[in-house]
């Protein structure tokens, strides 16, 4: 399931975090955990809405007027 953890494994660190942070702070990390992830997805949701570029009129193109080729006459 994660890699090389069994259930056995994954029993003993439950049982840790258990016993380190009691059962009575375990629901408010959770809570202040989802609430983070919250916050990271709402984030990201608006970074892609001032990513995206704004639909603008197209401009006019302007035609290049082509060189006139003028003939050069000398004076004598």
């Known amino acids: 399931m994660f890699g090389r953890f069994g259930w ?9 975090v258990l016993i380190l942070f009691g059962s009575n702070k375990i629901p ?5 955990l989802a609430d983070g992830l919250n916050i990271f997805k709402k984030e990201l949701k608006d970074d892609k809405k001032k990513s995206e570029p704004k639909k603008e009129a197209p401009k006019k193109q302007v035609a290049k007027k082509k060189p006139v080729a003028r003939k050069v006459v000398k004076k004598k």
């Open 8 to 16: 056995a494994e994954i029993l003993v660190i439950v049982v840790l």
């Open 28 to 32: 408010g990390m959770m809570k202040n």
